[in-house]
């Protein structure tokens, strides 16, 4: 696994090329995921690795002008890309960036309605993972929401997943995602299923999700 600094060294070369050779193909999966997340007009949203701000937009426009919507992300190059892109929007004012890691998040507890993730749960090695799901559970409101889309090992191991991993292995700087157990992950750290999707990203399964906290 990569450390924290070689994953911030590759997004910020890939910020400004993301959209075009790898977002472009994640994009679709994001979109339903968001859809099912059934953002509402004056909620309070986080969305934990932002990336280039691709779906950022996409909230603050779900959450009207008496909502918010909050982003972390550890990669300057990313931050720097998805702030000219809301500001380009009109939405600079409904939109607040944070540089930092999802391990340790600034932001006080219950203070978010909802938490959204594409693709990034997957990036954190496998014991940091429930850490990062427990610090989503601090800053989620009491009946808040989980939603995301993760490459999934759910399924078995399918030739293109295999090839993939194996890559995943060799060159972890450019295939940095691996597909997980999501949902006995979610269920173990203390998360009730409420709707998912399974969907396929070049053969790849892919899970479509949304959870609530267990009381």
């Known amino acids: 696994m990569r450390s924290r600094e070689q994953a911030k060294r590759t997004y910020d070369k890939l910020s400004r090329f993301y959209d075009y050779f790898i977002g472009i193909f994640e994009n679709k999966y994001r979109n339903k995921a968001l859809e099912m997340l059934q953002i509402k007009k004056g909620e309070t949203i986080l969305e934990v690795g932002f990336g280039t701000g691709q779906c950022l937009i996409q909230i603050a426009e779900r959450?009207?002008?008496?909502?918010?919507?909050?982003?972390?992300?550890?990669?300057?190059g990313m931050l720097q890309v998805a702030a000219r892109k809301i500001d380009k929007a009109g939405l600079s004012d409904r939109v607040e960036l944070y540089l930092g890691d999802a391990l340790q998040?600034?932001?006080?507890?219950?203070?978010?309605?909802?938490?959204?993730?594409?693709?990034?749960?997957?990036?954190?090695?496998?014991?940091?993972?429930?850490?990062?799901?427990?610090?989503i559970k601090r800053v989620?409101?009491?009946?808040?929401?989980?939603?995301?889309?993760?490459?999934?090992?759910?399924?078995?191991?399918?030739?293109?997943?295999?090839?993939?991993?194996?890559?995943?292995?060799?060159?972890?700087?450019?295939?940095?995602?691996?597909?997980?157990?999501?949902?006995?992950?979610?269920?173990?750290?203390?998360?009730k299923i409420e709707h998912s999707e399974k969907a396929g990203l070049f053969g790849i399964p892919v899970i479509i999700i949304t959870a609530g906290t267990l009381k």
């Open 63 to 76: 959450v009207g002008e008496r909502g918010k919507t909050y982003g972390i992300d550890i990669s300057s």
């Open 105 to 135: 998040m600034p932001y006080r507890s219950n203070k978010f309605d909802a938490v959204f993730l594409s693709f990034t749960l997957e990036l954190f090695d496998t014991p940091e993972i429930p850490k990062v799901l427990d610090e």
């Open 140 to 191: 989620l409101k009491p009946g808040g929401r989980l939603g995301g889309v993760s490459m999934s090992r759910e399924y078995g191991a399918t030739m293109s997943l295999k090839i993939y991993e194996w890559f995943h292995e060799k060159f972890p700087a450019y295939a940095d995602c691996r597909p997980i157990y999501v949902y006995n992950t979610l269920r173990e750290a203390g998360y």
